[in-house]
């Protein structure tokens, strides 16, 4: 069993900044692609930013310039450093694994997702 666990959520003010953190456990033997993404209540889950094995990285339009996704395969940790932080920045961010390969089942893309970490950015 797969698992993803963040951490690095917290409260901050308009313009300050957040270090996501989410690491990787279990009998992983290879993970391509990891990312995050983020949801209000009521709307649905956006992508923020994904990360290849190789370094290649993806974002949102809305986040480009302000946050920087990096990893440690390594380690199976992926990282979102978030500055300029802006109120519309709230939600719940989650940790994603669309094709994890485990060494039980190592011709199975396995999708795992984080519980979740609440951002709140004041004003």
């Known amino acids: 069993q797969v698992q993803l666990v963040e951490s690095g959520g917290g409260l901050v003010q308009a313009g300050g900044s957040l270090r996501l953190s989410c690491a990787a456990s279990?009998?992983?033997?290879?993970?391509?692609?990891m990312g995050w993404y983020r949801q209000v209540p009521g709307k649905q889950r956006e992508l923020v930013a994904t990360?290849?094995?190789?370094?290649?990285?993806n974002y949102a339009n809305s986040v480009k310039g302000r946050f920087t996704i990096s990893r440690d395969n390594a380690n199976n940790t992926v990282y979102l450093q978030m500055n300029s932080l802006k109120p519309e920045d709230t939600a719940v961010y989650y940790c994603?694994?669309?094709?994890?390969?485990?060494?039980?089942?190592?011709?199975?893309?396995?999708?795992?997702w984080g519980q979740g970490t609440l951002v709140t950015v004041s004003s």
């Open positions: 994603n694994a669309p094709g994890v390969r485990t060494m039980s089942k190592p011709y199975k893309n396995l999708e795992v």
């Open positions: 279990g009998s992983i033997l290879t993970i391509n692609v």
């Open positions: 990360i290849t094995s190789g370094g290649s990285t």
